[in-house]
């Protein structure tokens, strides 16, 4: 491991990831990116995006913001008070807020991509810049944006179980972790001192339990999922690679749809 400015970087990972399988190809199936930042570059342009249309529309009063965020169970906001009433019976009396469990199903990316607070996009984003490339650059592209996505969904998935039912809760922090998770399951296979890497992570951890406002249960599930996805992808046989590998990240996301389908049932 190689300190960096923010995070580590894992250059065996990386050339381990580079080591062609064939031509184009890198050790773990993926094609070779010609800009190992560009996926990256893409994800912090869209977390912009949605911040400043955030901001523009009132921050943290934004209704927009009220559509993007997680919040288990939907509630009905009446004067300064919530009250748990079906969207219908809110009609006319106040301000419904929706929930994943009444059909805000979306909530469940979109919170993923939403931040309002500059110092949580900015350390978020600058987290991204530093992992996203090696990752992709050792994996592809495809893969990294897989990775990305799952562990974004899977810290929602833990955030959906775990988390009080009215409570909102927003950020990339969940895929952050998860990245994290995969460059230490990649550093683990090319066998690289993963010691300064376990290093940082434990100081995230730490922050993560006594910082103020930080949801553990989106840190916790994007860590796991994003480590699960990178073991799929770094020991799925060589024979029919592609094909384990596109089986065991649907085999992943299925599970993290049951485990959504199950929870919005019991708070229904």
């Known amino acids: ?68 965020w997680l919040r288990p169970n939907g509630l009905c906001e009446v004067g300064s008070r919530g009250y748990e009433l079906p969207q219908a019976s809110c009609a006319g009396q106040g301000t419904w807020h929706p929930g994943v469990a009444d059909g805000a199903w979306w909530q469940l990316v979109t919170s993923a991509f939403t931040q309002v607070d500059v110092l949580h996009i900015g350390f978020n984003m600058l987290a991204l810049w530093i992992l996203g490339p090696q990752l992709e650059a050792a994996i592809g592209r495809a893969r990294f944006l897989a990775l990305f996505l799952i562990s974004a969904l899977a810290g929602s998935a833990v955030v959906y179980w775990l988390s009080p039912a009215y409570q909102p809760t927003l950020g990339a922090s969940g895929a952050i972790f998860g990245l994290m998770g995969a460059l230490l399951v990649l550093a683990l296979k090319v066998r690289a001192n993963p010691q300064q890497l376990l290093l940082w992570i434990g100081i995230n951890i730490v922050f993560t339990f006594t910082g103020a406002h930080i949801s553990w249960q989106g840190h916790l599930g994007g860590f796991v999922g994003g480590a699960l996805v990178a073991a799929v992808l770094a020991w799925s046989p060589r024979v029919h690679r592609a094909r384990w590998q596109v089986a065991g990240l649907g085999a992943l996301t299925v599970a993290l749809v049951v485990a959504v389908a199950v929870r919005t049932a019991v708070l229904a």
Do not use: H
């Open 1 to 68: 491991m190689r300190e960096a400015s923010v995070g580590f970087q894992c250059p065996e990972c990386i050339s381990e990831g580079a080591r062609s399988t064939r031509s184009g190809r890198t050790a773990y199936g993926g094609i070779r990116p010609g800009n190992p930042g560009l996926t990256s570059l893409a994800l912090i342009a869209l977390n912009a995006a949605v911040w400043l249309l955030v901001l523009a529309t009132g921050g943290y009063g934004s209704r927009v913001l009220d559509w993007l």
